[in-house]
């Protein structure tokens, strides 16, 4: 299995789905909640990013695998947040499911 269909799985694989979804208010608190993760998230994003590319310009190119490992991971954070804040999924992100 090569990373892009691992990528694809995390994001498009099998979620447990809860049975019953969060009632409007508790919906209304997680997403305001959630979109402040969100904007912390895309502030996390821009420091990694000029860091991996600091590292990139000072070694010929190569980019740090844990950096990019991290980027991947965030990226997929991000995918199940807007899902739930969209309605496209039921399951909130980390921290209240596990990080897969």
């Given at each position: 299995?090569?990373?892009?269909?691992?990528?694809?799985?995390?994001?498009?694989?099998?979620?447990?789905?809860?049975?019953?979804?969060?009632?409007?208010?508790?919906?209304?608190?997680?997403?305001?909640?959630?979109?402040?993760?969100?904007?912390?998230?895309?502030?996390?994003?821009?420091?990694?990013?000029?860091?991996?590319?600091?590292?990139?310009?000072?070694?010929?190119?190569?980019?740090?695998?844990?950096?990019?490992?991290?980027?991947?991971?965030?990226?997929?954070?991000?995918?199940?947040?807007?899902?739930?804040?969209?309605?496209?999924?039921?399951?909130k992100p980390w921290p209240w499911t596990e990080i897969d």
């Amino acid at each position: 299995m090569d990373n892009n269909d691992k990528l694809s799985g995390r994001l498009h694989g099998e979620q447990n789905e809860p049975d019953e979804g969060d009632g409007l208010v508790m919906r209304i608190l997680f997403i305001i909640l959630i979109g402040v993760m969100m904007s912390v998230s895309q502030t996390v994003l821009w420091v990694v990013t000029v860091i991996q590319l600091i590292i990139r310009v000072t070694n010929n190119g190569t980019p740090n695998e844990r950096l990019a490992d991290f980027g991947t991971d965030l990226g997929v954070w991000m995918a199940k947040a807007v899902r739930y804040m969209t309605g496209g999924s039921e399951v909130k992100p980390w921290p209240w499911t596990e990080i897969d």
